[in-house]
């Protein structure tokens, strides 16, 4: 897939043919155990999306963005707003294999931080945890500020927002 027709859209695992949708990508990706460890390391494997869904996104202030090339869908990351903490939490930030290193990671990141995010005066925050092992993730995280809070089974990563 060259053709670069990139759109950020927000989607509901509340809306049926979504979920459809998500399912077959999401199966897609999670095939290999290791993946899904990285992704959402209290899974088991083999996916399930009902698990999946019941463990993650049951509450309403969780958003969900799919990053597509024209058609297919390459990327996906989720954001928890907690406006009690002062907190946005990202989660399941995903990039198809075969699109990793093209700067998409980021560019889902970006837009969570621009459009959601920066959009409530109260957040002063991002976190998000990580697998130990997964350097590139660490690396690409720290590459746009965030810096490593905790260090248990994973990293808790946080991201100060500056909202001059």
Known sequence: MTSQKLSIINISYKNDESVRVLTAVLSKWFSNPKTLHFTSP?????????HWISTFYNE?????YILKDENWIIGHISVKIDENKNLAHL???FIDNENRQKGYAKKLIRYVEKHIIAGKD???????????KNIPAITLYQSIGFQIL????WLK????????
């Open 122 to 132: 109260n957040i002063k925050a991002i976190n998000l945890n990580c697998v130990k």
């Open 42 to 50: 209290n899974l088991k494997y083999p996916f399930n999306i009902n």
């Open 60 to 64: 309403d202030n969780i958003e969900t």
């Open 150 to 153: 905790k260090e248990k089974k």
């Open 157 to 164: 990563m946080i991201k100060y927002i500056d909202k001059k």
């Open 91 to 93: 989660f399941h930030l």
